[in-house]
């Protein structure tokens, strides 16, 4: 048995996919393991995208408030994300897009790091909501308000990260790691062979820092915080993570959170949805009871639910 491993910049981040491999068996595969990793992020990223013009989601907010079909995946891209609103109460809201670009985040963060936005005046654009936006199943359409940009960051890729896991698993029979810039999906067939996953102490995807590894058999993964994707505009530093209810950063002490559920899509959802909460958001993700480890800004950090956990097969849900 030998463990293969291959990495990508995708998505605005890094992109990795480990595997087990019986070089007699499946391993003869793995090439197509990975051709198979590539298409479905590339497909995600033709969809999703608001950073590209030619994206579904671009051309949708372009289309006069019109209903318009699309492919299967972005339909199911957006109903995963209207379940993420409805569990968090509309915390996780998919029309932040322009919310988000006015506050700075327009285009991929490796480029936004090398801006000087400092001295630019932020512009505060309230979301549509998640009611305003409507899905037909027989026609496979979405209609959203005129100029309404979707952002699917908080659903889309931690659920891809499941798509690929169980896409690999199933075709070949493999246990498989995905790692998407964090959200984190696997499953071993084995137990008592887990995944080990460090989880860093500076939210950092380098497996050499500092951190507390994870024996982790099946399941999800997801650490959201306001850290690492940060920047300065207005004169006040700047993060991904909104409030729709103001249209600004959320607010809060809490600087990060690591979540584990049965799959990398709930475990991002909740960990999102705990600092886009602000000052109640802690409450909120005990009130789940998925283990949990949260850092505040003090330095400071505490668990909840059974953490370190093995596994999970809890979903979100309040």
């Not at 995708?10 to 595969?29: F, K």
């Not at 209609?143 to 698993?169: S, Y």
């Amino acid at each position: 048995m030998t463990t293969r491993y291959y990495e990508r910049s995708a998505l605005g981040t890094t992109c990795s996919v480990v595997v087990r491999l019986d070089e007699e068996g499946p391993g003869r595969y793995f090439d197509q393991m990975v051709d198979e990793f590539n298409q479905l992020i590339d497909e995600l990223d033709r969809a999703a995208s608001r950073f590209r013009l030619d994206s579904e989601v671009s051309r949708l907010a372009a289309n006069d408030g019109v209903a318009m079909v699309v492919t299967d995946l972005l339909y199911d891209e957006v109903r995963q994300a209207l379940r993420a609103s409805a569990i968090t109460k509309g915390y996780l809201d998919p029309t932040l897009g322009q919310t988000i670009s006015e506050l700075g985040y327009n285009k991929d963060f490796e480029l936004i790091k090398f801006d000087d936005q400092d001295g630019q005046k932020i512009r505060v654009v309230m979301p549509s909501g998640y009611r305003s936006v409507v899905l037909d199943h027989d026609t496979r359409s979405i209609k959203v308000p005129p100029g309404v940009l979707l952002d699917l960051g908080a659903t889309a890729k931690p659920h891809l990260a499941d798509r690929i896991r169980d896409r690999i698993e199933g075709n070949f029979e493999v246990d498989v790691l995905v790692n998407l810039g964090g959200d984190i999906s696997c499953i071993s067939s084995d137990p008592a062979n887990p995944w080990y996953v460090n989880v860093t102490d500076d939210q950092s995807l380098n497996v050499d820092s500092p951190g507390e590894v994870l024996a982790f058999p099946t399941g999800g993964m997801a650490t959201s915080s306001i850290k690492k994707r940060s920047w300065s505009r207005g004169g006040a530093l700047q993060h991904h993570i909104v409030d729709p209810y103001s249209g600004r950063p959320a607010e809060g002490e809490i600087e990060a959170v690591t979540v584990l559920a049965a799959s990398a899509l709930d475990a991002n959802i909740a960990s999102t949805a705990t600092i886009a909460m602000g000052t109640f958001g802690y409450s909120w993700l005990k009130a789940t009871k998925l283990p949990a480890m949260v850092r505040f800004k003090d330095g400071t950090s505490g668990s909840l639910g059974d953490w370190p956990g093995r596994r999970t097969s809890r979903e979100v849900s309040i």
